[in-house]
């Protein structure tokens, strides 16, 4: 068994720089997980309004949409070792500065949406960096599997992180009585939850400082998104891929935003069931990334990603009926097996064809429609949480995501004809 995992699931593992690179992503993801689950319900909680978790999410994604061009030109032309390396450095600051303003009482909504979207701006380059940077840590033959395992070290995270912090609201709420007058669980969790994000960053520093950096790029002309939209213009089965993602992403993951106020008012519980939906979401996602990296093959691509959407679309209608929380929880499981098992598969496709060349910029575009996503989904489905309620957004995202099922379809069966 041990032997399978080891030549398989793990075979990356097999090359220093990638494990060091896996283990030191291990650290920071889930810190990162416990931030964004503590940052969720915080502003639930000071302001009592679902539009404040979806403009979180956009202030953080948002400048991915707007500056990830020049974050995938930078990552062609500057080493991305020390790119990745700098942005984490960033990282680590803001979540200093975030402790810091919770922890001593200023943290206004306002102040926490600058300092999230500043984030956001270091987030547009670590992420389209990080996505090229992968490719020079392993062989081209284990990519798939190295994407795979990424996809399970962030799901991992998105498990375990907002379940660490679930743990730390409930100690807080326990310690609250015995320390002064006017001390809030709320925000002392988070707080912890907050400083715990910034010591993780150090974890991804040391690791990053035991790879070495890959050959330098030669000297090219400046890059821009749009040769990254050409590549894809004159590649249109990848192109599709891309804007299927987009699409699965604006029906799915705004379940995320809907989640504080369908904890609150659906099930009618409090934070600690709000941080276990979301360790579901990333428990199926987890069980999705394992199943990429064990069983994806160029061959199963089609599949994987039919089989994905299909998940994810029953997933979200079943949250919509769901009343209890260990069904809910099901769903949420079912929710990001799905989107998991698509987007794991769909990234690996588009870097195993593109050329080292282009992958900075190509991987930006993306980056791009991920986050082109956000503000598009998240705000819409915040705004109707409040204008119909829960359980009819859940349905609509759920109707969306079945029509990504159909245009996949459609498209698998086109490819697979034979020509006239």
């Known amino acids: 068994m041990l032997a399978t995992l080891r030549d398989t699931t793990f075979r990356s593992l097999r090359h220093r720089s990638y494990r060091r690179y896996f283990y030191g992503q291990i650290v920071s993801f889930v810190g990162t997980w416990m931030q964004s689950a503590a940052l969720m319900w915080l502003m639930y909680d000071r ?21 990830g061009a020049w974050g995938g030109s930078l990552a062609d032309r500057y080493p991305k070792r020390q790119l ?26 306002w102040l926490v949406l600058a300092l999230i979207s500043l ?4 987030q547009a380059v ?16 284990d990519l798939i599997n190295a ?19 679930g743990v730390l609201f409930l100690v807080a709420g326990v310690l609250v009585p ?14 912890a939850c907050f400083a715990l994000n910034a010591v993780s960053f150090l974890a991804v520093l040391r690791a990053l400082r035991g790879i070495p950096e890959p050959p330098a790029p030669a000297k090219r002309e400046r890059g821009s998104a749009w040769d990254g939209v050409r590549y894809l213009r004159a590649h249109p089965a990848l192109g599709a891929v891309v804007l299927l993602t987009f699409a699965l992403c604006v029906f799915g993951w705004p379940v995320v935003t809907v989640l504080p106020a369908y904890t609150k008012l659906r099930l009618g519980l409090k934070e600690e069931a709000y941080s276990f939906l979301l360790s579901s979401l990333g428990a199926g996602a987890l069980v999705a990334a394992l199943a990429t990296a064990t069983f994806g093959s160029v061959s199963r691509r089609g599949a994987f990603m039919l089989c994905g959407v299909a ?3 029953a997933g979200m209608a079943g949250l919509g009926f769901a009343r209890v929380a260990w069904l809910a929880n099901m769903c949420c499981a079912a929710i990001g097996f799905g989107m998991i098992l698509f987007l794991a598969t769909g990234q690996s496709t588009i870097q195993l064809a593109v050329p080292d060349e282009v992958r900075g910029r190509v991987m930006a575009v993306w980056a791009m429609m991920l986050s082109a996503s956000a503000p598009l989904g998240h705000l819409i489905a915040g705004q109707a949480v409040t204008e119909v309620g829960v359980g009819p957004v859940l349905f609509g995202m759920a109707i969306g995501i079945g029509g990504v099922v159909v245009l996949l379809a459609i498209a698998l069966a086109l490819r697979g004809r034979p020509a006239p």
């Open 311 to 313: 998940v994810c679309a």
């Open 178 to 191: 015995h320390l002064p007058e006017g001390a809030n669980a709320v925000t002392i969790g988070a707080t």
């Open 126 to 141: 670590d992420f389209p960096t990080r996505l090229a940077f992968v490719p020079d840590l392993v062989p081209k033959e």
């Open 84 to 109: 990745v390396s700098t942005t984490q450095t960033a990282f680590l600051l803001n979540a200093i500065a975030l402790t810091v303003v919770v922890g001593c009482g200023f943290a206004t909504p």
């Open 47 to 67: 302001t009592g309004d679902p539009r404040w978790p979806s403009w979180l999410l956009v202030g953080q994604i948002g400048p991915t949409l707007l500056l």
């Open 147 to 165: 994407v795979g395992l990424n996809s399970l070290v962030f799901n991992s995270a998105r498990a375990l992180g907002p379940a660490i912090a």
């Open 119 to 122: 984030n956001g701006v270091i």
